[in-house]
């Protein structure tokens, strides 16, 4: 055994808390990269259609709201903003502060998802949906259920990991709250802050793509 | 039947397949070069150097910057080489000659039809003239399927909604099989279908005649034909046995129950409609898979397949 | 010293649930070699029902459709629950914290939770099997997946779910070579196995989540019709094949570069000598890494893809051959001038250069774009992948298997029974899969539930020979498990091996080390590690 006396937060097989550490960031990035990737064969098929259809694109995208993406995207970049100063106050070791930063961070998240809801039932109203249910009629080009399809794919996907992410940001708030982290050790909260720039990232890149055509 | 071709190879049957087999026997070579090589080395290694004691071993060099740039840069010339040469046969495979006849194929769940020049077609028959190049025009009415003709050397996949296109030249009267090269289902190992080449003659003999039965065969025999020619048999039986669809025994002028309720006589009328429209009466206990013999039965074949079938309506004795 | 320690990793602590909740890696890998043990005999069975079905052109057990089934899981059960977790999470996982010197994996509670994604996956596909099964062929083409009935969403969420347990296990592997080697391990003191399993994490974690994507599309076509693979729809099924073969092919060397990390511990070890080329076989696993994302449109040759492209896959194909090339000579190097002893594992290593090189030189008729056109979806492309796959892969697994297992278990296995038995699978294996060749080239296509009478010949030999190989696998597990309660006691380093697993007792404690080991020499330094030639037997 190495040391007889160290903090109950170095696991057993870790040598020391740097070690541990670095261990816990270098996991995350890897896993970031795997998100990716996911979401890159994703633009993919988006590139490959558009391509294939870039009239019907450019029609379709018509009929999103730019409003509410915008707000949207405002509401995303605000998040991680929060994010990053929780991590900061726990720095510091403002309790506190960290907690009133990750509530911020959740509420601004169900906000996100809030007008993401709005947009949605708008679009089944009006029956804009993927695939074969698509039953719209106003929008010119061959396929418009495509450019849906996609729409619903990249958004509904991204709106899970959005869930995922609160549902990890509260288990962060339940353990600050514990007292389980410290101005010497916050590692799950830079890795949850990891993790929410990417999702904040990946909606940078969606929000153009979708909305923003031509 | 496989009396012909190589240890390996089918007959090589089209003017491509020279090439391929060429190619095919010299990659063959040049691997059993390296087989025994590696294995050879092996094999004397383990003979050589079995251990015998605790003794300490000979040699400990452990690298040599020269073996390795030999060992790799001597295959990399001669993939390089087979690289081209593969890939100019395969250039000659996609480059269709400018006075190609056109035949266009069908595929589908799980049969092959073709549509020639001048508007005849057939059913799992490819009738081409020999020595002259064919170009196929392929698409399929549901899955994936995939046009291989072994003798040939010729394979391309059939998709849906869209054309593939390859060519051959026979330059040699024959028979040769056609099958369905990717996975589409029950029937994917009964897609098969001959391919006849001819002489110029006959081609466009048959091309006029479109089809229709021989001097001097009855309308019964012909539908009998019919029935295995246009494949019915795939799917139907004519004894009793029950199959992707009814049988055909003891069927005319017997009670025909409906799905969803409903019934009929199967008579001259049913039948007809039944190969031009299937989907218009499902048998209860049957799938809707049958596809419709529209554009692919002339008056003509219908009427002699349903003399066939009539005389197989009252074989029972009871 | 040949005694069991009394206390060690197996016996304590005891209880179901200090198994089940167990945080040690070496338990998670036994646990592990027990799943993919059960799904290789599923698949297995499966493979005997196919070749009893080809004994004949007509129906000899089952119709038609059973016969897709049963094709489709054989597939399906063999690469997701069997050969791609396979070497890394069940010799992996046991091994590379002892190779490493160190005390578990970086992250022991997700490594536990890999394995519990592994089982629920498992369960997911089996529930599949008994409510509707799948007869789309593991490779679930579209449109014919999309419209075809059965349990194709159950199992492509199963193989979704699965994996997560193959990406979060490469990222633990990643992370537990870079951060925890013990003091004096430098790079290229590594066992090659790490090498091998570390470049197989890098494929891992890059290709396996466009599978995951790829898979959520091809669900969400069927259970809301997106039409993205839909022709009637503007979609393109061809390309559901590029998305698909995006992650298969790199699949494939997930699947080969543990095997070949095994092929050089055994190597030196049964040559006691060192290995020849050390940097040449570590840069190649990553040259092979790099180039197998470039190559998938190999498999789509004559799919409706431009020439052009075609011809792009094919020569970053041939590329693709060469370091694997380069391993293979350096490994017959390495036995030049050795001190060679046969047991178990060597004979398992001289099976897969035997196989492994047939494997991959039949690969060189599939690159080359001529003759790919006659050989490919016939019976050639069935054996090439069986070849390399079990001639390949399962032969360096058995090997490993043989090598490890007085590590694991502390006990040695009867040696008599396991050379009959590995005779018995070797001969099996080619009479089995080479009359397949014959098959190809002869012109049978593959999935084929019947076939013309001019083929029966070679179907019945292929299938006597699923026989022979199934008699010598039934023997392995008898002995194996036998080995486990009966086997001679094995002590610390049975072969005179120079790494760290064998520095500490059979089997190890819970802990791996008594005292962090320092390395002070390269792993097959036999020498320096003053580790003389057993010579026993």
């Known amino acids: 055994m190495n040391s007889d006396s160290h903090p109950a937060y170095l696991a ?36 490959v259609y558009r391509v294939l259809n870039p009239d019907m694109f450019y029609n379709a995208h018509k009929h999103l709201d730019i409003t509410l993406g915008t707000i949207n995207t405002i509401v995303l970049i605000t998040s991680s903003v929060t994010m990053a100063l929780a991590i900061r106050s726990m720095q510091f070791a403002r309790k506190k502060a960290t907690l009133i930063f990750l509530l911020g961070t959740l509420a601004l998240a169900a906000a996100f998802l809030v007008i993401k809801y709005f947009e949605y039932s708008h679009k089944i109203h009006l029956g804009q949906l993927p695939g074969r249910f698509y039953t719209f009629s106003g929008i010119e080009g061959t396929n418009p259920h495509i450019f849906f399809s996609i729409y619903f794919t990249m958004t509904g996907l991204h709106a899970l990991h959005i869930i995922g992410g609160m549902i990890v940001i509260s288990l962060m708030i339940f353990r600050t709250a514990r007292n389980h982290f410290s101005s010497e050790y916050y590692t799950p909260l830079e890795l949850t802050g990891l993790y929410w720039h990417l999702v904040d990232l990946i909606w940078i890149y969606l929000f153009p793509l979708l909305y923003l055509i031509g | 039947m496989d009396t012909t071709g190589t240890l390996l190879m089918p007959p090589a049957s089209s003017t491509i397949a020279g090439d391929v087999d060429a190619l095919f026997y010299l990659i063959l070579y040049i691997s059993i070069f390296f087989f025994v090589l590696v294995v050879g080395a092996a094999l004397i290694f383990t003979l050589k150097y079995r251990r015998k004691g605790e003794a300490a071993v000979e040699s400990q060099v452990d690298h040599s910057l020269k073996l390795e740039i030999v060992w790799t840069v001597v295959p990399v010339i001669i993939v390089v080489i087979l690289f081209v040469l593969g890939f100019t046969v395969f250039m000659k495979m996609n480059i269709v000659p400018k006075d190609a006849i056109e035949i266009k194929v069908t595929a589908q769940r799980w049969l092959w039809t073709f549509d020639y020049p001048g508007g005849s077609n057939s059913v799992n028959e490819l009738v081409v003239p020999a020595g002259k190049p064919i170009k196929l025009l392929m698409s399929s009415t549901d899955v994936i399927h995939s046009f291989f003709v072994p003798d040939f050397r010729v394979k391309m996949d059939v998709l849906p909604n869209r054309y593939s296109t390859a060519w051959f030249t026979a330059p040699d009267p024959g028979e040769h099989n056609l099958m369905c090269a990717e996975y589409c289902g029950k029937g994917h190992s009964e897609m098969l279908a001959r391919v006849k080449v001819v002489s110029d003659r006959e081609y466009t003999e048959w091309l006029q005649k479109g089809s229709g039965p021989p001097e001097g065969m009855s309308l019964e025999k012909y539908g009998e034909g019919l029935f ?66 529209q554009g692919i039965l002339n008056d003509r074949e219908i009427d002699a397949l349903i003399v066939y079938i009539k005389s197989l309506g009252n074989q029972r004795e009871h | 010293m040949n005694t069991i320690p009394e206390r060690n990793f197996l016996n304590h602590p005891t209880g179901l649930k200090s198994w089940l909740l167990t945080l040690d890696h070496k338990r998670i890998g036994v646990m592990y070699l027990v799943g993919i043990s059960v799904a290789f005999l599923l698949g297995g069975i499966f493979a005997v029902l196919i070749r009893l079905e080809l004994l004949n052109p007509a129906r000899d057990i089952m119709g038609a459709q059973t016969y897709n089934q049963i094709f489709t899981l054989h597939g399906a059960i063999m690469i997701f629950l069997f050969i791609i977790p396979g070497i890394p999470v069940a010799l992996g996982n046991i091994v590379l914290p002892l190779l490493l010197g160190a005390k578990d994996v970086a992250f022991p509670r997700l490594n536990l939770a890999s394995w519990y994604i592994y089982v629920v996956g498992a369960i997911m596909a089996i529930v599949a099997i008994f409510t509707g099964s799948v007869d789309t062929g593991w490779t679930f083409y579209t449109p014919y997946s999309t419209g075809t009935g059965g349990s194709v969403v159950l199992m492509t969420l199963a193989v979704f779910v699965l994996g997560f347990s193959s990406i979060f296990t490469g990222l633990n592997f990643v992370v537990t070579i870079h951060k925890l080697r013990a003091p004096g391990l430098t790079w290229f003191r590594l066992p090659l196995f790490v090498w091998g399993i570390y470049a197989t994490a890098i494929i891992q974690i890059l290709a396996t989540p466009i599978l995951g994507i790829t898979l959520v599309l091809l669900i969400l076509e069927r259970v809301v019709g997106i039409g993205i693979f839909d022709p009637a729809m503007g979609g393109d099924p061809v390309l559901f094949q590029h998305f698909f073969w995006f992650y298969s092919h790199p699949a494939v060397y997930i699947m080969i570069l543990p095997g070949m990390g095994i092929i050089s511990e055994l190597i030196p070890v049964f040559s006691h000598k060192r290995i020849f080329g050390y940097r040449a076989i570590a840069y190649s696993s990553f040259g ?63 099976s897969f250069l035997f196989l492994f090189t047939i494997g991959g030189l039949t690969g060189l008729f599939l690159g080359t774009l001529a003759t790919d056109v006659h050989l490919t979806d016939t019976y050639f492309v069935v054996a090439h992948f069986h070849y390399v796959m079990m001639g390949g892969t399962v032969m360096a697994f058995l090997g490993g298997l043989h ?59 292929s299938t006597v020979g699923s026989w022979i190989l199934a008699l010598g696998f039934v023997i392995m597990a008898i002995y194996l498990i036998r080995s486990i309660f009966n086997g001679k006691p094995a002590g610390d380093n049975p072969w005179g091996a120079a790494t760290l697993e064998w520095t500490t007792t059979s089997p190890p404690p819970t802990e791996n080390f008594a005292e962090t080991p320092v390395v002070t020499h390269g792993p097959y330094d036999f020498e320096a590690a003053g580790v003389k030639p057993t010579f026993s037997r």
Request: glycine share 8%; proline share 4%.
């Open chain 3, 403 to 461: 090598y490890w297992w007085p590590k694991i278990w502390g006990r040695m296995y009867n040696e008599f029974w396991a050379k009959i038995s590995t005779a018995l699978v070797f001969i099996g294996f080619n009479v089995t899969f080479l009359t397949q060749f014959v098959l190809g080239t002869k012109g049978m296509p593959r999935r084929y539930y019947s076939y013309l009478d001019q083929f029966q010949p070679l179907h019945f030999y």
């Open chain 1, 12 to 47: 057993h097989h870790f040598t020391d808390i740097v070690q541990q550490r670095d261990s816990a960031k270098l996991g995350m990035w890897i896993f970031i990269m795997t998100e990716i990737l996911l979401f890159g064969g994703l633009f993919t098929a988006y590139t």
């Open chain 3, 288 to 350: 092979i890494a790099f180039i197998s994302f470039l190559v998938w449109g190999h498999h789509m040759f004559i799919s409706g893809q431009s020439p052009l492209a075609s011809m792009i896959f094919s020569f970053l194909t041939f590329m693709v051959a060469i370091p694997s090339g380069v391993k293979v000579f350096n490994w017959t190097a390495t036995m030049y001038k050795g001190s060679i002893s046969l047991e178990t594992p060597m004979l398992y290593a001289l």
């Open chain 2, 228 to 293: 295995t020619s246009r494949r019915c048999v795939t799917c139907h039986s004519v004894d009793g046995s029950v199959n992707v669809g009814p049988s055909f025994l003891e069927l005319f002028g017997h009670q025909v129950y409906f799905k969803g309720g409903g019934q009929t006589v199967a008579d001259e009328n049913y039948i007809r409609e039944s190969m031009l429209d299937p989907e218009a009466k499902i048998v209860d206990g049957f799938d809707p898979v049958m596809p419709t013999y």
